[in-house]
T-cell receptor, first 116, second 116 residues
Framework: AQKVTQAQTEISVVEKEDVTLDCVYE???????LFWYKQPPSGELVFLIR??????QNEISGRYSWNFQKSTSSFNFTITASQVVDSAVYFC?????????????FGKGTRLSVIA | GAVVSQHPSRVICKSGTSVKIECRSL??????MFWYRQFPKQSLMLMAT?????????EQGVEKDKFLINHASLTLSTLTVTSAHPEDSSFYIC????????????FGPGTRLTVL
């Protein structure tokens, strides 16, 4: 069975600090996809990144970076020089296989508060 | 990118009434759509998988007769909450799956249901 664990329920940082959001996943499949979404107070999910299980290369997009470690089943997300606009709930999600009707399994989310 | 719309974005109704929520894929065809429910400060929980032209597959604990799902076309799925009660108040989010190289899902903006 697939499972996503975000151990950090809430994180509070001061603006300009770096912050890392942890995500640990469980799956029996060798082919799977990992995602990060941002959910601001408006509620709409904002897609941030997708990573497939065969691509362990880390990725950087502006102030965002992701560290995929298959050996530890982790897909951590770092925000550098955080800003107040980064305040939101961040969800890590997992989807198994490319075929079939496999939905996303979400972690419980991490609520990030960036204080000015 | 692919766009998914939901209507209405917000609805308030009296207890005992039925509410219909529409989920549309605007610029692509979606053979599969998913319905999620999110209670305040909680994660997204899959309610059901909706397949065009066939019956929806419900997750354990989700009442089929209470949450009616219809996926009559490749661009529209509807969720009807029948005889709504205050405990049904929640944020309902749909997603549409794009079949291809990546197991991509595009999320609608969500519908906030409040049952008085």
């Amino acid at each position: 069975a697939q499972k996503v664990t975000q151990a950090q329920t809430e994180i509070s940082v001061v603006e300009k600090e770096d912050v890392t959001l942890d995500c640990v996943y469980e799956t029996r499949d060798t082919t799977y996809y990992l995602f990060w979404y941002k959910q601001p107070p408006s509620g709409e999910l904002v897609f941030l990144i997708r990573r497939n299980s065969f691509d362990e290369q880390n990725e950087i997009s502006g102030r965002y970076s992701w560290n995929f470690q298959k050996s530890t089943s982790s897909f951590n997300f770092t925000i550098t020089a955080s800003q107040v606009v980064d305040s939101a709930v961040y969800f890590c999600a997992l989807s198994e296989r490319t075929q079939g009707n496999t939905p996303l399994v979400f972690g419980k989310g991490t609520r990030l508060s960036v204080i000015a | 990118g692919a766009v998914v719309s939901q209507h209405p974005s917000r609805v308030i109704c009296k207890s005992g009434t039925s509410v219909k929520i529409e989920c549309r894929s605007l610029d692509f065809q979606a053979t599969t759509m998913f319905w999620y429910r999110q209670f305040p400060k909680q994660s997204l929980m899959l309610m059901a998988t909706s397949n065009e032209g066939s019956k929806a597959t419900y997750e354990q604990g989700v009442e089929k007769d209470k949450f009616l799902i219809n996926h009559a076309s490749l661009t529209l799925s509807t969720l009807t909450v029948t005889s709504a009660h205050p405990e049904d108040s929640s944020f309902y989010i749909c997603s549409a799956r794009v079949v291809g190289v990546y197991n991509e899902q595009f999320f609608g903006p969500g519908t906030r249901l409040t049952v008085l």
